[in-house]
């Protein structure tokens, strides 16, 4: 056995984001046995920004990257191999020298609406307070109920779902994937369809990186990655990419592929108090997933007219 473990994994300390690493663990041994051996796959679990910072909305602390910025350190300063992401935190681009060669199938990509006293957002007392740190939900859930309110509500999917039952909020959103993957599902008083709340890009999927060139790790991950999910978060984040998102931007898309290699795509901007919401369909050849969802981005820009998305950035 070489003196070190053959692949080091980073991931983020939460629960879901160790079930999200122990299911490419698992996948790993699947597709090369000889990663079974005792000592042959390590996890280092790695505390990142956004995981010390939890009592302010992301976009008041820098967005994205601070869920991931750690792990990518960690990985160009050769700690560890590759490094195990929710899709939702991968920033629009990446550090130089690092890759994203593989993406894993798919979960459920849809939003839950948990509340003890309703059952569904709908059913909300006009007043009643629902608590999420994503203008994405916050712009949409303002849209359709402009009698609600929205308040800053982060942490963990435990800790969101302790202060649910103390009643600091009414409501929260979470998603689905999430929930799945730590047996919780159950806790969903409804899920909540795209056309009611359009997913974060990448919402569902886990998306695996390493460092560019890293023969090794490529060869790896080849054998994990699913093409029609890559697919699909391609289009997502070229609308993403040319909207030039963050977490200062209410941003949502889905792209499903619809049995074979026709592509479908759904994407919205929209205005943090939910006044504005611009949304856009279109479908195309999944092996042009990327330049679709930014003809998409670039209809929206146009539509949306001078101070509108340019407010955002």
């Known amino acids: 056995m070489a003196s070190r473990p053959f692949v080091r994994i980073g ?24 990663l079974a051996a005792e000592g042959a796959v390590e996890i280092l679990e790695i505390r990142t920004t956004g995981d010390r910072i939890t009592d302010r909305a992301l976009a008041e602390i820098g967005g994205k990257g601070l869920f991931t910025r750690e ?30 060669p593989c993406i894993l199938p798919r979960e459920d990509p849809r939003d839950v609406f948990i509340c003890p006293s ?21 712009a949409q ?17 435990e800790t969101r779902m302790r202060k649910l039952a103390a009643g600091e909020v009414d409501a929260t959103l979470l998603a689905l994937a999430g929930l799945k993957r730590l047996g919780m599902a159950d806790a969903a008083t409804a899920v909540l369809e795209p056309e009611v ?3 974060a890009v990448g919402q569902g999927a886990i998306g695996i990186t390493c460092r560019a060139g890293d023969d090794e790790s490529l060869r790896l991950l080849a054998a994990l990655d699913d093409p029609a999910t890559a697919a699909c978060v391609a289009a997502e984040r070229g ?27 759904r994407g919205l901007v929209a205005r943090e108090d939910g006044s504005r919401v611009l949304d856009v369909t279109r479908s195309g050849a999944a092996d042009g997933a990327a330049e679709l969802g ?11 007219g001078a101070g509108f998305i340019e407010a955002w950035e």
Do not use: K, Y
Request: with cysteine; proline share 6%; glycine share 6%.
């Open 11 to 34: 991931t983020r300390a939460s629960r879901l984001a160790l079930a999200q690493t122990h299911e490419v663990r698992d996948r790993l041994i699947a597709a090369h046995p000889e």
């Open 141 to 157: 859930v303002l849209d359709r109920r402009p009698d609600l309110r929205v308040a800053v509500f982060r942490g963990n999917v």
């Open 239 to 265: 609308f993403l990419e040319v909207l030039d998102g963050s977490c200062r931007t209410p941003i949502a898309a889905l792209a499903t592929l619809d049995g074979g290699a026709t592509l479908t795509f």
């Open 71 to 100: 792990i990518d350190e960690a990985m160009l300063d050769r700690r560890i191999d590759i490094a195990v992401h929710s899709m939702t935190a991968v920033p629009t681009w990446l550090p130089d020298g690092i890759d994203l």
């Open 197 to 199: 709340m359009l997913p």
């Open 294 to 304: 930014r003809e998409a981005g670039r209809e929206l820009r146009a539509r949306a």
């Open 118 to 138: 309703a059952a569904s957002l709908d059913e909300l007392p006009p007043g009643a307070v629902v608590g999420t740190a994503s203008l994405r939900r916050q």
